[in-house]
């Protein structure tokens, strides 16, 4: 639950403190959604959406869900180089997770 405040909140961490180095308007941190997807072990997971966690998937389904943010979304970029790297970092904040089923 922490990655999808935390990795946004680094990208525009770093923007602003380089901003703030050189004297440009730095960016307000917003993120509109919010989500908590607790892995179980082997009887799957659940996933809730906003703050009063209202159930979107679990067992199985939200265990697919799980594993591609734990595998994919919370990685740098692992081809691209350089360039793909810098993108990765742009002060963004990501949609919601893919929701299987």
Known sequence: MSCQHGR???RFAGHNAVCDLLGRPMLPLEIG??????????????????WERRLVSRGATAKRTKELINRERIYPPRFGGRQAL???????????????G
């Open 33 to 50: 959604w919010y989500t908590t997807i607790l892995d179980l072990g082997p009887w799957g997971a659940l996933y809730t959406e906003g």
């Open 86 to 100: 810098l993108d990765a970092a742009a002060p963004t904040v990501q949609t919601p997770p893919v929701k299987f």
């Open 8 to 10: 946004p909140m680094g």
